[in-house]
Each structure stands twice: as structure tokens, then as C-alpha cells.
């Protein structure tokens, strides 16, 4: 523990304000997303409606993301975050104001943009930014910092509404007075991270645009196609496995509610999540080490299955509880050790617009899942969401773990973190 301590100390001080950037941004973030969904209750709107204004924000997002290569290379990682950030900021106050129907879905375009910059950029900036031997850290310190972020930002979200009403005599627990007072003070926590961003050194010189059609021109043409087809899986992948979180992750602190869950303990339960996720997450060079990227992300990605499964049978608030656990664990794991990977995989030219189109892909599926899911939990409960979250998860993960096991960089060991320990050594051998 006193060596990883010490390796985060030795982080440069612009790596050290962007991860207080995270920890801020997400603080507000995860208040605002504790209660939105139930400020839209109060406005009289139900799942479907939710359903749809999430769809709003997250196609949103995927066409930001989209472009956010093409931002990244040309203005530079730091500059993308900025401009980004602070629309999210705007649009965040606006959200906590917004009762008109028409408004709401405005600013969830707003919003969903402006989202898409607090967490495309971070694997460019990191790669960016950062030394070879630190990446890893330093992506599993940024992911977990979110995660941990978002649990200080559920507390806020889930006890200030209350604590608001107490303050102020007028203004009723649970009322929309009270998730409003929660928005607004969330989207201002959030800005205060614009400060650290301003503060960066190196990150706020002149961008010296790379020249990406020279270095392709430079690759083979079997290089070039292989690249594609690495792109076009990571997409893929992550355009399936949005489709079964999104028909489950929009509403659930509503499925908590409607299990007999209070505010607070909603709080409690996201905020539960968040320490969880920013604890274990830390583990991710370490489990990646040992087992190896593709190893360790089938094993992760796949533990949640029996959990949902569990609620489909057996639907209450401890399975709830546990599997939400679980599955917050598993992100904040997997997460950086998959980005990590395809970074190491894919040649600069490649890095900066990868996950921006794979965002794209994950909010485009995420959308229309939240859409119809809406839907289905309106008409038919919460079963079959969590029916197609076990669906396509199992099919998303399985795919990643069968392509690029047998992918020639990875059986060559020209990316030796992608295998176990004891197979790194045999290749080593047979390599020499």
C-alpha cells in the first residue's frame, strides 16, 4: 500500500489537479443523478417520461462523442474538457429551474453534450499526459476517484433534500422545492471543478495537432484493416452491453423506492456503491497484473449475472442491494483495465477517437434501451429489463474475450498485460 501511495505522489502536479477535477465534477454529477429522476416525479411525470428524457440525454452524448476525436485532435484533450465542462455546469443549474416539458428535453441535449466531455477525454488526457509505467495507476486512481466522488455526491443527494426542509420551514421533505435545492447545489460543487482545470500547466500550451493520415499512410495495409476491425469490435462490444444496462440503470433508484426504500436509504445504498466501487477499483492494476486484461474483464463483467438473476426470482431490497454492490464493484474494476487495453492495442492515431466512438455506440444503445424501458417497466414491470441486462451482457463480454484472445498482438505478446503472469513468461522465451 505505501508503494502505490508513493507512485501516486510521484503523479506530475497537472495529473494530480485533473484528478481533483474528477473527484469534483463527480461529487456534482452524483447528486444530480440521485435525484432527478425523483424532481421529474414530482413534476408528474412517471418511468416512460424518464425513460424518454434519458433517451434525450443520451443520444445526446452519443453524438458529442462522435466528434470528440475529431475535438481531441484538433484543440487538444485539455481545451475539449473545458468548453465541454462548462456547458455541463450551465445546463446542470438550468436542470434544478426547468419545469416545462419542452425546456427539459433542451437541457437534456445540453446536458447530455456536455457529459459526454467529463468522461470521453479521461483515457486521452491520461495517455496524454502521463508516463508508460503510470498509465495503468493512473487511469484505475481516475475511475476510482469517480466512483468515490459519486458516493459523496449520492450522501448529498440522498440527505440534503431533507436536511434543506429542516433548514428551511417552507420547504416540505421530499418536495420538488427540496430535489430542487439538491440540483442546484450538486451543479455548483460540480463547476468549482472548472478551478483545477484553470490551474494545469502543460495541458494549457499550444496543441501541436497530430498528423494521423501520415502515420496510417505509414502502416501496411493489413495493419490499417486490423485496426478497423479492432475499433469496430471494441464499438460493438460496448454498443451490446448498453442495451441491458440501460434498461435497468435509469430507474433503479425508483425499482429501490418502489421495494420500500427512502430517500435517504436510496442515498445510502448509491453512496454504498460508490465506496465500494472507489475502494476495489484501486485493485485494477493489480488484478490485471496478476491474471491479466482479457481474464480479468471476463471475470468481472460476467460476476453480476447471478445477482440480477437473483432479483428476477426473488425481488427484494437485499438482493437489490447486493447486486447494485456488485455491479458498481465490477465497473469501477473493469473499466480502466479494458480502456487500458485497448489503448495499448491501438496506435496513437487511433486512441483519441476510439472512445469517443465507443461512447457514441454505448449511449446510442443506451438511449433506446432506456426508451423502451420505460415502457416495459410501465406495462410489465421490472423483470424482463433485468432479463436483457443477464441477456447481453453474457453475449457483449463473451465476444470481447473471444476476439482478442486470438488477437495476433495479444498471442505474440506485443501487449503482455493483456495475459496472465504465467504465460507472459513462456512467450518472453519463445519470443528470444
Known amino acids: 500500500m505505501s508503494a502505490y501511495l508513493r507512485r501516486v505522489l510521484s503523479f506530475s ?69 473545458v468548453a465541454g465542462f462548462a456547458v455541463f455546469s ?59 466522488s459519486m458516493m459523496i455526491g449520492s450522501l448529498v443527494g440522498g440527505f440534503y433534500p431533507s436536511a434543506v426542509a429542516r433548514i428551511i420551514p417552507a420547504i ?58 479492432d475499433v469496430a469490435m471494441f464499438v460493438t462490444v460496448a454498443a451490446l452491453m448498453s442495451i441491458g444496462v440501460g434498461m435497468v440503470q435509469p430507474f433503479y433508484n425508483v425499482f429501490l423506492k418502489d421495494l420500500g426504500a427512502s430517500d435517504n436509504q436510496v442515498g445510502f445504498i448509491f453512496a454504498l456503491g460508490g465506496l465500494v466501487a472507489a475502494m476495489i477499483g484501486l485493485a485494477a492494476p493489480l488484478m490485471a497484473n496478476r491474471m491479466g486484461s482479457l481474464n480479468a474483464v471476463l471475470l468481472l463483467r460476467m460476476a453480476i449475472i447471478p445477482f440480477y438473476l437473483a432479483i428476477i426470482f426473488a425481488p427484494n431490497i ?20 479494458d480502456s487500458t487495453f485497448i489503448s495499448e492495442i491501438l496506435p496513437p492515431r487511433a486512441r483519441s477517437g476510439v472512445f469517443g466512438w465507443r461512447s457514441a455506440a454505448w ?40 476476439y482478442y484472445s486470438r488477437h495476433p498482438a495479444v498471442t505474440s505478446g506485443a501487449v503482455p498485460s493483456a495475459l496472465p503472469q504465467s504465460r507472459r513468461g513462456a512467450i518472453a522465451e519463445t519470443s528470444a
Open 13 to 81: 502536479f497537472d495529473l494530480k489537479l485533473f484528478l481533483l477535477y474528477n473527484l469534483l465534477a463527480n461529487i456534482g454529477f452524483g447528486t444530480i443523478e440521485l435525484v432527478f429522476n425523483f424532481y421529474l416525479i414530482e413534476l408528474g411525470h412517471r418511468e416512460d417520461f424518464i425513460g424518454e428524457w434519458r433517451a434525450v440525454q443520451t443520444v445526446s452524448m452519443a453524438v458529442s462523442a462522435m466528434t470528440i476525436g475529431f475535438w481531441i485532435n484538433r484543440f487538444g484533450p485539455w481545451r475539449t474538457i
Open 90 to 148: 450551465l445546463a446542470s443549474v438550468l436542470l434544478g429551474i426547468a419545469e416545462q416539458t419542452w425546456l427539459l428535453y433542451l437541457l437534456g441535449v445540453l446536458f447530455g453534450a456536455g457529459l459526454s466531455t467529463l468522461f470521453n477525454p479521461i483515457m486521452p488526457f491520461v495517455m496524454e499526459y502521463s508516463n508508460a509505467d503510470e498509465r495503468q495507476y493512473v487511469s484505475a486512481i481516475s475511475f476510482s476517484l469517480i466512483s468515490f
Open 172 to 229: 416540505e421533505v421530499g418536495s420538488l422545492q427540496a430535489y430542487r435545492a439538491a440540483i442546484i447545489t450538486g451543479s455548483l460543487i460540480a463547476a468549482l471543478g472548472l478551478i483545477p482545470l484553470l490551474m494545469m500547466g502543460k495541458p494549457r500550451q499550444g496543441w501541436s495537432r497530430p498528423d494521423s493520415r501520415a502515420e496510417a499512410a505509414s502502416e501496411s495495409t493489413e495493419t490499417r484493416k486490423r485496426v478497423r476491425m
Open 318 to 337: 437485499g438482493f437489490a442491494v447486493m447486486a447494485f454492490l456488485v455491479r458498481q464493484a465490477s465497473i469501477s474494476i473493469a473499466w480502466p483495465i
Open 363 to 402: 449511449n446510442g444503445g443506451f438511449a433506446l434501451a432506456s426508451y423502451l424501458g420505460g415502457r416495459i417497466i410501465v406495462n410489465r414491470g421490472y423483470d424482463p429489463t433485468f432479463v436483457s441486462l443477464v441477456i447481453f451482457t453474457a453475449i457483449s463480454v463473451g465476444l470481447f474475450w473471444v
